[in-house]
Each structure stands twice: as structure tokens, then as C-alpha cells.
């Protein structure tokens, strides 16, 4: 049997449907784009228009910004986007919206009210999980913002950011789930109430600043801590080869010792055997020759100072 367009669609489809659940939302993104960048011929797909309108939510969720695909000069000649794009209106003011919120003058109520008035539509539509996604990840897209604008805020400020109805505890919660995350690098520092004079003072809440923490900073401490340890490492092996050198010139020289006691004690024992057999050669002792070979002698005198 023939693989139809149809059945193109549907893979790439439940496909982007499969990753979207396994949070893998770049490839999902892609997955749905296919069915959008497939040609088409009079009416298009109900399953090309579910599959941008999944694709807005899902660049929500993973960028926080989405794409217009309606707005470039090549896809507005694709009419499968252009007619997702008049099909999904209630998608485009929550996307927008949703964008907003990110932006300096950060406004996050209007995303509720949006989500309220839409969520009926959302709802029949079968995207209502995945708005609610969104939402639930946008305080985490407003955090990643802040990394980009300050160094060190509150944690009472950071929440105020996040939204009105957001508490300091809950903020603080969602900063430590980040980092526990690796999404952010941030620490939060818990420093008691003080007055002008820097003294401590009883009875007011502390002031829980968090000090987002630059990559490039990070590294080039983590290098330069990583540089001190293998300064470390080479001291620490020089000394070891050093130690090493010394117990060897000290085998060396014992080595030596008793060499020169053998020495001497063979010297000895040729002067022994040259005064109980004196040869021919007046004064000298032969030793060790054999038939063939060239004769060794060794003085053997009388006075030889061997001691």
C-alpha cells in the first residue's frame, strides 16, 4: 500500500505530539515545521493547522519567544501557514501576549486574562495542556531574563517580577529548582536585617539576595582553581622525583662501598697466594692462565699496603 501525504502528517505529527511529551522541544519544533513546509493543493489539512498551532505553544515553552511564521516573505506564500495562521487567532494574542511578559516592562496579568477568556477555545481544541505549560514555565523564561539585566536582586524584588501573586518563598523555590536544574547559575545569599551602622537588627525579615553567577566567570575561576591544582600536582611530583633521585644515589653509593670491600678483599687474597707461590718473574704471581690464553700478573710485593 502507498504511504499518502496524509500519512506524512500524521507521523510528523504524533511524532512532535511524542517529543513535546519527552521535553524535547527543539526536535518536536521541527516536526511540526514539516508538516507546514509540505505543498499543498486547494484546502489544506486540519492536521497541518494543529500542527502550528502546536508549534507556537511548544516555542513558548522552550524559548519563550515563538516565530511569526505568517510574517516572512516565504512563508507568506505558504498557504498552509497563512490559513493555520487566520485559523488560530486566540493562539496569536496568548503567544503575544506571552512575549510581552518577557519584555522590560514585564506585565503578566495580561497572559491571565488572556488564558481565562481563551481557555474554553484552548480547551475544545485539545491545547489546553500544553498553554498550561507554557504558563508554568513562564516565571522560569522571566528568571533566565533577569540573568541578562542584573548581577544581584532581591529575592523580594524577584518575585514582584514574576508576577503579583507571586510569594518570596515560592520565587526562592523556583530559583533553587533552576539551578538544581543546571537551567541558571545563580546562588542565593541569606544575610540578616541590618541598620545604617551595618549592625544586626531583631525582628525584621532578611533581605535574601541572589547573585546570578556569569559562565565565562565561572570558568575562568573553575580554570583558575584547576591551574592551582595542577601546581599543585607538579610540586607535589617534583619533590617525589626528587626523593626518588636521592634514595637511588644512596643505593648508588653503597652500592660503591661494597664494591671497594670486594675489591679489597680479592687484593688480599692475591697477595696470600703470591707469597706462598712465587713464580718465575721475580716479585709478580700468575693467575689465571689458561692454555691459549695471555698471562695476568699482579705486583705481589712484600710491603703492599692493603689495609
Do not use: W
Request: charge should be negative.
Amino acid at each position: 500500500m502507498p504511504i499518502s501525504v496524509e500519512d506524512v502528517l500524521k507521523y510528523h505529527y504524533y511524532g512532535g505530539m511524542l517529543l513535546t511529551g519527552l521535553k524535547q522541544h527543539e526536535r518536536a519544533m521541527e516536526m511540526f515545521y514539516f508538516n507546514l513546509s509540505i505543498p499543498t493543493r486547494g484546502a489544506i489539512s486540519a492536521i497541518q493547522i494543529e500542527s502550528y498551532r502546536k508549534l507556537l505553544l511548544t516555542s513558548l515553552i522552550h524559548t519563550g519567544q515563538t516565530t511569526n511564521y505568517a510574517g516572512s516573505k516565504s512563508d507568506r506564500n505558504n498557504p498552509a501557514i497563512t490559513a493555520s495562521h487566520t485559523a488560530s487567532e486566540p493562539y496569536h494574542l496568548f503567544a503575544k501576549a506571552y512575549a510581552a511578559s518577557l519584555s522590560a516592562s514585564s506585565d503578566s496579568t495580561r497572559v491571565d486574562k488572556l488564558l481565562a477568556t481563551h481557555a474554553a477555545h484552548f480547551e475544545a481544541t485539545e491545547n489546553l495542556g500544553l498553554v498550561r505549560q507554557a504558563m508554568s514555565v513562564l516565571r522560569a523564561h522571566t528568571v533566565r531574563r533577569l540573568t541578562n539585566t542584573y548581577i544581584t536582586i532581591s529575592v523580594r524584588e524577584l518575585a514582584k517580577t514574576m508576577g503579583s501573586d507571586v510569594t518570596k518563598d515560592e520565587a526562592e523555590r523556583i530559583i533553587v529548582q533552576m539551578v538544581a536544574a543546571g537551567k541558571i547559575k545563580a546562588r542565593i545569599e541569606h544575610a540578616a536585617p541590618c541598620n545604617e551602622e551595618g549592625m544586626a537588627v531583631d525582628g525584621q525579615e532578611s533581605e535574601d539576595m541572589v547573585e546570578f553567577v556569569d559562565e565565562d566567570d565561572e570558568e575562568a575561576g573553575e580554570a583558575g582553581a584547576t591551574g592551582e591544582v595542577l601546581d599543585q600536582i607538579k610540586a607535589a611530583a617534583a619533590a617525589n622525583v626528587a626523593e626518588v633521585l636521592a634514595q637511588k644515589i644512596k643505593q648508588a653509593l653503597a652500592a660503591g662501598e661494597r664494591v671497594k670491600e670486594a675489591e679489597k678483599g680479592v687484593l688480599l687474597s692475591y697477595a696470600k697466594t703470591a707469597r706462598a707461590h712465587p713464580q718465575s718473574r721475580e716479585g709478580s704471581m700468575f693467575l689465571g692462565s689458561t692454555p691459549g690464553t695471555s698471562s695476568m700478573y699482579v705486583t705481589a710485593d712484600e710491603d703492599m699496603d692493603l689495609s
